[in-house]
């Protein structure tokens, strides 16, 4: 079966940057999205289509895809984006949602 | 303002049935694809159905799938999950969301309905 995999954990000082993978054969065949999940909220997303990012996300944040690797990148990390993260994808057919384990982001 | 409210969720036996409900307001229903997608407390995000703009396109996780079925009512503006044969492993938050394509991801989530399987 299809499988995105991700770091358990990160860590970072705030000011510094930090980069978030994501990997899996998929990837070079189909679009990634990144979610934001802080406790007790909603995922709200931040990226998609590889490198894409909504109205009103920070442009701290950005994404990148080499091969069958995604990166979620936080530049300039501040205090409030500490949270859990999860890559996206979808199946060969494109219809199908694939997630990732999640990352957990902890601002020291 | 866009509003996505789940509604629905409850405690119920093993083998039970629950039917939960979305119901959005604040942008045009019947333009976008509509997502279950679960999470156990503690634990990782789990993609559940997805249906298309008239309900033509389905799909579920193969956790789900002759359990749960999927539907929308686009003159209620609302989506709809049946869950029927329910297991403690169903237990989770679930959440609806919506997206414009497929490409354009989930923008918008509600804020979940708590679905709890247990004797």
């Known amino acids: 079966s299809l499988e995105l995999t991700q770091p358990p954990s990160v860590s970072v000082s705030p000011g510094q940057t930090t980069n978030i993978t994501c990997s899996g054969n998929i990837l070079p065949k189909q679009f990634a999205f990144w979610f934001q999940q802080r406790p007790g909220q909603a995922p709200v997303l931040v990226i998609y289509?590889?490198?894409e990012r909504p109205s009103g996300i920070p442009g701290r944040f950005s994404g990148s895809t080499s091969g069958t690797v995604v990166t979620l990148t936080i530049t300039g990390v501040q205090a409030e984006d500490e949270a859990d993260y999860y890559c996206q994808s979808a199946d060969y057919s494109g219809v199908s949602v694939i997630f990732g384990g999640g990352t957990k982001l902890t601002v020291l | 303002e866009v509003q996505l409210v789940e509604s629905g969720g409850a405690r119920v036996q093993p083998g039970g049935s629950l039917r939960l409900s979305c119901k959005v307001s604040g942008f045009t229903f019947s333009d976008y694809w509509m997502f279950w997608v679960r999470q156990v407390p503690g634990k990782g995000l789990e993609w559940v159905s997805n249906i298309n703009i008239d309900g033509t396109i389905i799909r579920y996780a193969d956790s789900v799938k002759g359990r749960f079925t999927i539907s929308r009512d686009n003159a209620k503006n609302t989506v709809f999950l049946e869950m029927n044969g329910l297991r403690n492993d169903d237990t989770a938050v679930y959440y609806c969301?919506?997206?414009?394509?497929?490409?354009?991801?989930?923008?918008?989530w509600g804020r979940g309905t708590t679905v709890t399987v247990s004797s």
């Open positions: 289509k590889d490198i």
């Open positions: 969301a919506r997206a414009f394509t497929l490409y354009h991801g989930m923008d918008v």
